[in-house]
């Protein structure tokens, strides 16, 4: 690189971090785009993190609920926008399972996008209703074992982490039970409760308060430790079952081409924000385990995400959609 194409890059670098000109970013207001309904877990802690960085960055940070092909159409609206930190992706573990999950995706989850951080996970959990007779995680796998064929699992959905959480111990254990994907964590939780599917895989979050006023029973965690909020129910690893650790993240990113400087201050910023008291009491409230990692390392966690999730829907066998 000549002299002159490196003070080029240089000044380039310091009107993004606003250290020349007086140029400061953000200059005008950033979209957030979630690839969800409004509501949902990460809609809400999305909401929550635009609200603290408009208020230290003194510039609106605003949502845009763009949903639909499980979350396909908002990743693929963000892989077309422009690299320059004005639009920014609140992505959960759809952007991780969605490669291997579908035929053919509007993006490229490895190259259109840069990894700004792991703003936190929500563990997934297996869930029974009070009156089911196990009372463990390692009775429920003796009475699968007992029973082959007989008992039922709800899951919020094909190609969500609970449901392939379910496949992860399925396989992993040799068990024998009937998977029943349900319309999303709501229909899931509601069937629980009445006892009709009385036995669940579900990201924690949505159930904290039912487990809580003891209207669900929660057996175990995928974590690899217990949680501040739920911490009566044991990880599997407690029960001996290793290798299963699952959770549906939320996952903060940008663009190929943003600038460096301003993936650095994002991460920096929300990383200070998830991990305040008051944001991160509320974000363990939905369960979510407030994280903040650098670029570099979730980045890496992206990848082996990719991975893991693959091997997982080809063990499987779980068609494409």
Same mark, same amino acid.
């Given at each position: ?132 007779? #196990?009372? %463990?995680? &390692? ?8 029973? /082959?064929?007989?008992?039922?699992? =709800?899951?919020? *959905? ?27 964590g709501g229909p899931m939780t509601q069937s629980l409760l009445g ?24 057996? #175990?965690? %995928?974590? &690899? ?8 129910? /044991?990880?599997?690893?407690?029960? =001996?079952?290793? *290798? ?18 301003i993936v650095d201050q994002l991460q920096r910023e929300i990383s ?37 999730? &693959? ?11």
């Open positions: 690189m000549t002299t002159i194409m490196r003070a080029v890059a240089l000044c380039a670098a310091l009107l993004v971090s606003g250290s020349a000109f007086g140029q400061q970013y953000p200059a005008k207001p950033v979209k957030i785009v979630i690839p969800f309904p409004a509501g949902g877990v990460t809609d809400i802690a999305g909401r929550l993190i635009a609200q603290k960085l408009s208020e230290k960055l003194r510039q609106q940070f605003y949502i845009e609920n763009v949903a639909g092909a499980g979350g396909n159409l908002g990743m693929a609206n963000v892989a077309r926008s422009a690299g320059d930190g004005y639009t920014v992706l609140f992505a959960s573990s759809s952007i991780v399972v969605n490669p291997s999950l579908y035929n053919k995706l509007p993006f490229d989850a490895e190259k259109d996008f840069i990894p700004v951080t792991k703003a936190g996970g929500s563990p997934n959990s297996w869930l029974v209703n009070p009156n089911f007779p #196990a009372k %463990t995680m &390692k009775e429920l796998i003796d009475l699968f074992k007992k029973e /082959p064929g007989k008992h039922s699992v =709800g899951s919020p *959905g094909a190609g969500t982490t609970p449901s392939l959480s379910i496949e992860m111990l399925k396989h992993g254990l040799g068990l024998n039970f009937v998977t029943v994907p349900f319309a999303g006892g009709h599917v009385p036995i669940a895989a579900g990201a924690i979050g949505n159930s904290v308060a039912l487990i809580k006023e003891g209207k669900i029973r929660a057996l #175990a965690v %995928t974590a &690899k430790k217990r949680l501040e909020t739920t911490p009566d129910v /044991p990880t599997l690893e407690e029960f =001996g079952i290793k *290798g299963q650790e699952a959770e549906t993240m939320t996952g903060v990113f940008v663009p190929t081409g943003t600038p460096k400087p200070v924000i998830v991990n305040s008291p008051d944001v991160k009491a509320r974000l363990l409230e939905l369960g979510i385990v407030p994280e903040g990692d650098t670029p570099a390392a979730f980045a890496a966690y992206v990848k082996d995400e990719i991975t893991k999730w &693959k091997r997982v829907i080809e063990i499987a066998n779980i068609p494409k959609i």
